[in-house]
């Protein structure tokens, strides 16, 4: 009986501690955004479109590469025989979460209140700075520390732009780390079979996190 007591305490516990992250994510969202210009319904709409639309990825393009090539037999069998090596398919994706929303929020926010120049520098440093540090980890994607683009987006908006930080913070963060850190990537990755996600795996988390964080801080 006390055990089945515990289980429900720590049951209970555990459900009021996820509602209480919840709320605070939703809290620190909203305020975000609401320096970007966006209303609350607005922010909650495109978080749950980046967080729903993050395992969606639309293919691009598929091709067939060489995943292993079978070392040759031994002499005379190798005259014989022909091992043919193995192939597989390799799928370029673009994921909706992590490529495609933020893609588009940035383009509103440059057509709307980002300035151009301002913004196309501190993207740049940020993509550059995204490419030294990320890594492209095998089975997992491309992995980089995630708070490298935040800090350094938001202290280069409020250098280039000090009174209109927050749109060139957010989008620095999140395409400096796209094109950094995914796109920039993409070549080493050319002999990997399976899906490559533009904005998926790795760097959803630096994609999203970062353009939410670069604003807040702006």
Sequence with gaps: MRTAGCARVILVVSLALSLVLILFFVGVTAISFDRLGVSPRVALALVGVSIIGSVINVPLRRRRIVSET??????????????????????????????????GFSLYLLITKAPLWQTAVATAIVAVAAKAVARPKAGVGIVMPIWVAPLLSVGLALLLAPHNAPPVAYVSGAMGTLIGADLLNLPSLTRQAGVLSIGGAGVFDGIFLVAIVAALLA
Excluded: H
């Excluded at 031994?74 to 893609?103: H, K």
């Design 70 to 103: 079978p070392n040759e037999l031994a002499f005379p069998l190798s005259v014989i025989f022909y091992v043919p090596p193995r192939v597989a398919d390799q799928v370029l994706a673009v994921n909706l979460g992590g490529a495609v929303v933020p893609t």
